[in-house]
């Protein structure tokens, strides 16, 4: 049983191995409009995409909101 912890088990097409792989989600970069992840192949450990995630879903009104608070 493949020990995916928390994470999501996403499977990703990856470039090096030329078929769909499961990845593993990492932090890239925090960003205003959210988290950065990339998502690297767990076989070889090639970047095979990658995804800005929102903390929290869009507000329609305009919410102020300190830029890089993150909280876990
Ligand atoms: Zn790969």
Request: net charge positive; aromatic share 6%.
């Amino acid at each position: 049983m493949a020990d995916f912890d928390r994470m999501e088990a996403n499977l990703l097409f990856c470039p090096k191995c030329r078929e769909a792989t499961p990845v593993r989600k990492r932090l890239l970069i925090v960003l205003p409009e959210g988290d950065k992840f990339d998502y690297v192949c767990s076989r070889c450990g090639t970047v095979s995409g990658d995804k800005i995630e929102r903390e929290s879903p869009p507000a329609l009104g305009a919410m102020p909101a300190p830029p890089f608070a993150r909280q876990r």
